[in-house]
């Protein structure tokens, strides 16, 4: 156990939904992270992001793995019951794909290869705007996670480069992460914008094609953050200092070496987290194109999350204020749970 202050609490309860970025909660329960810390953390799987923000407002998480900016939406009660919402940790960066039927893909690009659609986003942006004003009478559907996620906004800012308008040229839906593929086999959407595994996921099953990332759309970005309570970690300080600590040391383990990332792979695939959805990756992918997850860069900052703040103030049609970003992105207990005296 650290040298630093004990943890209030001994029994935690965290929130995460099924995806890679899920990587590092996972880690810290399954390597001994938390137990290093003298935290033993039981992880509540949700499928949709709505219910662990109802969760995590209501007391019923300690903490959760939340879409970046949902702690924000939260704070200002946009996204339900108003309640004041820490982003303390960054859990990854980037991971998100953008993924169409093969009817809209077709001869598409991927990202990252050669041709001048794989380097360049608005390439494909532009195929689709055409393909939509030569075959499109009625509008295609395309799905994300949630109203207040970097996948909603990365959609339209793809859109956009296509001059596309997202809120009359296609219809958007919310869905959670794990029904994507289904879905878009079944012809019920017609892409989506969803975070790892589930793009690879479409495009190795044949039922879509990966034509864009946020990787490219919004390089370095924070995807996934810790979120807590502001009264939580207001009562809870050496816990949420010991929580840091932890998830900082399952990251760090998880950069040290090729083995690492296999074992890591094994576990995200047990039942109780990403079970088959973890088939068709061999190992966990970490930084490699073209999804690129990051599980590095774990300081938040509310300048990193700037076009989250553009798009949530048209969301709410007035500015937002830059005291409550601040505070929401603050890098304080990060910075407090790695500078502690030890004893």
């Not at 194109?289 to 999350?305: F, H, M, N, Y």
């Not at 700037?306 to 929401?328: F, I, M, S, W, Y």
Request: hydrophobic letters at 40%; one cysteine or more.
């Amino acid at each position: 156990m650290s040298m630093s202050q004990a943890p209030e609490l001994s029994r935690l309860t965290l929130g995460i939904v099924p995806l890679l970025d899920a990587a590092l909660p996972i880690v810290a329960r399954e390597g001994g992270f938390f137990a290093a810390e003298g935290l033993e953390v039981t992880l509540s799987r949700e499928s949709a992001w709505s219910t662990l923000r109802d969760k995590l407002a209501a007391g019923l998480l300690d903490g959760a793995q939340l879409l970046a900016p949902l702690p924000l939406a939260m704070s200002l009660g946009a996204s339900g019951t108003p309640c004041d919402v820490l982003a303390p940790l960054v859990l990854g960066r980037h991971g998100n794909t953008l993924v169409l039927s093969p009817y809209w893909s077709e001869g598409m690009a991927a990202p990252l290869d050669d041709s001048p659609g794989g380097r360049d986003p608005a390439v494909n942006a532009r195929d689709f705007a055409e393909r939509l004003r030569r075959r499109g009478t009625t509008r295609p559907r395309l799905a994300m996670v949630h109203p207040f996620s970097s996948h909603h906004y990365q959609l339209r800012d793809w859109l956009a480069l296509g001059g596309l308008d997202p809120d009359t040229d296609v219809e958007l839906v919310a869905l959670p992460p794990s029904r994507m593929v289904e879905a878009l086999e079944q012809g019920r959407i017609d892409g989506f914008c969803v975070g790892e595994p589930w793009g690879s996921q479409a495009a190795q099953r044949g039922g879509g094609r990966i034509v864009a990332t946020g990787a490219q759309l919004w390089p370095g970005h924070p995807e996934k953050v810790l979120g807590v309570t502001h009264d939580w970690a207001e009562r809870h300080p050496a816990t949420l200092a010991a929580l840091i600590r932890a998830l900082i040391a399952a990251a760090d383990w998880l950069s040290e070496a090729p083995e690492h990332r296999r074992l890591a792979r094994d576990w995200l695939a047990l039942p109780p987290y990403l079970d088959r959805a973890m088939d068709h990756l061999p190992t966990l992918p970490l930084d490699e194109p073209p999804i690129e997850q990051r599980l590095t860069g774990l300081r938040p900052g509310a300048d990193e999350l700037a076009r989250v703040v553009e798009h949530l103030a048209r969301q709410l049609g007035e500015p937002l204020d830059r005291a409550a970003v601040e505070t929401c992105y603050s890098p304080v207990h990060i910075d407090a749970a790695t500078h502690q005296e030890r004893a």
